[in-house]
């Protein structure tokens, strides 16, 4: 007769026999992701904080500003970049983008993902993307859940270190009370040139 030790081992065998066939039949190739040296949110805005919440529990460090990323910048990115040009995302105002990006020209970087994320005169969300199409592909997430915030987080946690093609896409989502931000925000991943990957 079978202990009580063996008959649970044994469901626990027979539960995870759907999974081990799928995982050998599967005909999507594994897609590296890009390692992200860290994300930048803005405390400011209740999406960025959010965004950084999910980013956290993925295992992305997250660094908070108030709108400037003068500090962020000198004691740390630069400082980084010299040594070597490391992969950065954020969900930010325009401003700390607009900034990031003329800096990271200097150490051969690039705006490789830009989203804006607005709400629009009906009341919903409006998220006008540009980015890898195997990205942009799985961006449906965004229309999956009411805090897009997180959406764009687990988007950039996925985020392919090959970036071939590039294209547009916009995703109109329902919003949980228009002007939870107070402006419209844009998520980004810059990253080194693909020449130097």
């Given at each position: ?107 051969r970087m690039r705006v490789v993902f830009r989203g804006q994320h607005t ?35 687990d988007l950039m946690a996925r985020f392919p270190v090959s970036r071939a093609d590039t294209c547009d896409r916009t ?27």
């Amino acid at each position: 007769m079978a202990s009580r030790r063996e008959f649970l081992q044994a469901g626990v065998a027979a539960s995870m026999l759907p999974i081990a066939g799928l995982a050998g039949t599967s005909s999507a190739p594994a897609v590296e992701t890009l390692p992200l040296y860290k994300i930048i949110f803005d405390h400011r805005f209740p999406s960025s904080r959010e965004f950084a919440a999910q980013a956290r529990t993925l295992g992305l460090a997250a660094h908070g500003i108030e709108g400037d990323i003068t500090d962020v910048w000198y004691h740390d990115l630069s400082l980084r970049w010299i040594q070597e040009p490391v992969a950065i995302g954020g969900l930010t105002a325009h401003g700390p983008l607009f900034c990031l990006e003329r800096l990271a020209w200097d150490h051969r970087m690039r705006v490789v993902f830009r989203g804006q994320h607005t709400v629009s005169a009906n009341g919903r969300m409006e998220h006008a993307l540009t980015g890898p199409q195997t990205l942009l592909g799985d961006a449906s997430l965004l229309a999956g859940r009411p805090g897009w915030a997180s959406s764009v987080a687990d988007l950039m946690a996925r985020f392919p270190v090959s970036r071939a093609d590039t294209c547009d896409r916009t995703i109109v989502t329902p919003t949980r009370a228009a002007g939870l931000d107070s402006e419209p925000l844009f998520s980004w991943v810059i990253a080194p040139k693909k020449e130097d990957l």
